[in-house]
């Protein structure tokens, strides 16, 4: 996406809506701390990386294209005053997660939070999976994932300082037709954090979990235009979240406001766990009931 399109995005805000959308925080809520945001280059991420730099975060920020998250930071730069890295690299590879976190604690020397944003899936049927599709899905969402963990928890420890990871899921206690690798890829993240929340308890790092629902972001544009218009009628309140929705919800497990609060996981659905049809592959002739 080049600088013009992101301020004219398909789906989600533009950045300069971004920079500007309302925030219940105060603007030096983050102010001394480092935040490393994977992913940022679009979509939630991207809501993210602006929302802690306008709370006064200094930010690093990775994933695989660097044209896209050299125009964020360009623009989280213009917003904040202050330095921004960017590292393009593949959290699936544990070489490039190490370098990045390398980079990243000499630069900056240090991280305070680290948000595991970067992630995905493509929308199919269970039985259409090929080996290759399911094995990039958990590489990415639960391998990668883990690689950023791991790196950033064996490196606070080292330093003696407490750590804090909050890790983008999805809403997945219902099952997500159309979604099976993601859901098992994103269950996996869920049951490690509340994992490692005991283990690394003792070393001050705190590990939390949003379960996503449908977030009107760019990643809408990887699915079938017919079946996105199932994520805005997939939940009670009828309707898409949007990218602050999450960023808030990040920045409330982060900050002191979430100092008693580890291994958990908050649900930013709409109540799409409770009520609602979602089917991002297309509904199967089997569920049509109300066609019959
Ligand atoms: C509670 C939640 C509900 C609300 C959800 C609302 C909907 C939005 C959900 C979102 O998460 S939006 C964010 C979406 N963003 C992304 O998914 C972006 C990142 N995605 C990816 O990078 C890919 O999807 C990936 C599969 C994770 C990785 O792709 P990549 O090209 O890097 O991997 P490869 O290792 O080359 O493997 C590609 C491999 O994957 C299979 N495959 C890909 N697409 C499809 C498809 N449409 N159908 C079937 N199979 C697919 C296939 O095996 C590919 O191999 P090749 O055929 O290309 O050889
Ligand atoms: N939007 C929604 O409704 C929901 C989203 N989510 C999750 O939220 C997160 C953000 O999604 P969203 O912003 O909507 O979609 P995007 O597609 O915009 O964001 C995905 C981001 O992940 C990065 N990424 C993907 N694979 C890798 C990789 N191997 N290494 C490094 N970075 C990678 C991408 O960067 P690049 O393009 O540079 O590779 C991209 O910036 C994802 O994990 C997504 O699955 C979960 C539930 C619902």
């Known amino acids: 996406m080049n600088s013009a399109d ?20 105060r603007d030096d809520l983050f102010a001394g701390k480092v935040v490393l945001v994977s992913g940022a280059g679009s979509g939630i991420g991207k809501a993210i990386a602006f929302l802690f730099a306008r709370l006064g975060a200094t930010l690093a920020i990775c994933g695989r294209k660097a044209d896209k998250l050299e125009d964020c930071a360009e623009k989280l730069r213009a917003l904040s005053g202050r330095e921004v890295i960017t590292y393009p690299m593949t959290i699936r590879d544990p070489e490039q997660v190490d370098a990045m976190l390398s980079a990243v604690w000499e630069r900056l020397g240090g991280v305070d939070v680290l948000v595991n944003n970067a992630g995905g899936q493509f929308a199919a049927h269970a039985m259409d999976f090929n080996v290759k599709g399911w094995n990039a899905v958990i590489d990415t969402n639960l391998n990668g994932s883990w690689y950023m963990m791991q790196g950033a928890a064996r490196r606070w420890v080292e ?13 997945i206690d219902r099952g997500l037709t159309g979604m099976a690798h993601t859901t098992a890829s994103r269950a996996g993240v ?24 449908a977030i009107e972001s760019n990643g809408f544009n990887n699915y079938r235009e017919e079946n996105v218009s199932t994520f805005y009628s997939c939940n009670p309140m009828k309707r898409a979240g949007d990218v602050q929705d999450i960023a808030e919800a990040v920045v409330y497990l982060a900050a002191p406001s979430g100092k008693f609060i580890t291994g958990e996981v908050l649900n930013v659905e ?13 509904k199967p002739d089997y569920f049509k009931v109300d066609q019959e």
């Open 6 to 25: 992101s301020q004219h995005p398909k789906f989600g805000p533009g950045d300069e809506a971004l920079a500007a959308l309302p925030t219940v925080y």
């Open 159 to 171: 330093q003696g300082r407490p750590g804090n990871i909050v890790n983008i899921t999805a809403a």
């Open 190 to 213: 869920i049951a490690l954090s509340r994992t490692l929340a005991i283990e690394w308890a003792e070393h001050g790092i705190r590990l939390n979990c949003i379960g996503a629902g």
């Open 270 to 282: 709409g109540g799409m766990l409770l009520w609602g049809e979602f089917w991002p592959a297309g």
